[in-house]
């Protein structure tokens, strides 16, 4: 089993930094493929960043050159790095993680593979 647990959301103004992390404990082979997945009010959850073996990354458009996506050595937690945040980042943050070879085959973005999630952080943005 595997539990995964966000952290370090909050609110902040446009153009400031925040990092969150997400905790695994538990079966930590499960968890090869992670990603961050963002649901802001009124709208589906999307895809931000993914990593597999520490350097292999995807990030959405609306995030790349912002947002970085690193696991620790131990893959015992997750972190994304978002950096000049803007309004339209403000959601509630999402890790996801599964160990599935398969999970990835429609794209890293496509949530209904991911078998584990965590419970959200909270991210707020205001101009």
């Known amino acids: 089993q595997v539990q995964l647990a966000e952290s370090g959301g909050g609110s902040v103004q446009a153009g400031g930094s925040l990092r969150l992390a997400c905790a695994v404990s538990g079966n930590t082979q499960s968890t090869a493929y992670m990603a961050w997945f963002r649901q802001a009010p009124g709208k589906d959850r999307e895809g931000v960043a993914a990593?597999?073996?520490?350097?292999?990354?995807y990030y959405a458009d609306s995030v790349k050159d912002r947002f970085t996506i690193s696991q620790d050595n131990a893959k015992s937690t997750l972190y994304l790095q978002m950096n000049s945040l803007k309004p339209e980042d403000t959601a509630m943050y999402y890790c996801?993680?599964?160990?599935?070879?398969?999970?990835?085959?429609?794209?890293?973005?496509?949530?209904?593979?991911?078998?584990?999630w965590g419970q959200g952080t909270h991210v707020s943005v205001s101009s």
């Open positions: 996801a993680a599964d160990s599935r070879s398969f999970v990835w085959q429609a794209g890293w973005a496509d949530m209904g593979r991911y078998i584990h």
């Open positions: 990593i597999y073996g520490y350097k292999l990354t």
